[in-house]
Each structure stands twice: as structure tokens, then as C-alpha cells.
Nanobody
Framework: QVQLVESGGGLVQAGDSLSLSCAAS??????MGWFRQAPGKVREFVAN????????NYADSVKGRFTISRDIAKNTAYLQLNSLKPEDTAVYYC????????????WGQGTQVTVSS
């Protein structure tokens, strides 16, 4: 069992930056990802990172603005959000996959990011 705890959300203005963190209680996963859910919308993929190899993937909507990274020693993943837009407003969740061939099986509680125009 892995517990994920996000932190770093907040209220910012358009064009500002934020850094989110996701601390994992154990290292029994192979991929960690970030998702977000805006009010009235379905949850969408934002980015993920392979824990061992470090390869990354991004949604087109955040490519070039957001950066995912991880600190293996700290069991922590990060999401740097730059050039924020009002449409980035959402609850951001981190998630972990314990196997490459299955869906995300661990989820954090979420952290709110609000971007004002």
C-alpha cells in the first residue's frame, strides 16, 4: 500500500508559477503521474514520469509550461507549473502505478490550484 500526499497548491494570478509536491510513503510503484479535475469536468491526465528511467509524458495543454520531476531518495514527485492560465484552475491529484501494465492504483487527496485572470 502506498500513501500519496500532495502539497503546494494555492491561488495565483495568470502568468504566475506554482510548484506541487507529491510525497509517497513507500517505493513500490513504477510510474507517478499528475492529473487534474476542474469543476464540472472529467479528470484529465497532466503528466507522468517513469520512476526508474525518468522518461516523461505531458498532455498537449501543458507541454512547454509544466515540468514533472522526481527525487528518488525522497520518494517525491514534483510538478512545476509555469505561465499559469485561468483554465489551469483545478484540483490536482498525484497518482502512482505499481505495474506498467495496469492503471493507476494509488491516488492522493488532491490539492487546489486556482488561477485568477
Amino acid at each position: 500500500q502506498v500513501q500519496l500526499v500532495e502539497s503546494g497548491g494555492g491561488l495565483v494570478q495568470a502568468g504566475d508559477s506554482l510548484s506541487l509536491s507529491c510525497a509517497a510513503s513507500a517505493r513500490t510503484f513504477v510510474i507517478m503521474g499528475w492529473f487534474r479535475q476542474a469543476p464540472g469536468k472529467v479528470r484529465e491526465f497532466v503528466a507522468n514520469i517513469s520512476w526508474i528511467g525518468g522518461s516523461v509524458n505531458y498532455a498537449d495543454s501543458v507541454k512547454g509550461r509544466f515540468t514533472i520531476s522526481r527525487d528518488i531518495a525522497k520518494n517525491t514527485a514534483y510538478l512545476q507549473l509555469n505561465s499559469l492560465k485561468p483554465e489551469d484552475t483545478a484540483v490536482y491529484y498525484c497518482a502512482a502505478r505499481s505495474r506498467y501494465d495496469q492503471e493507476y492504483d494509488y491516488w492522493g487527496q488532491g490539492t487546489q490550484v486556482t488561477v485568477s485572470s
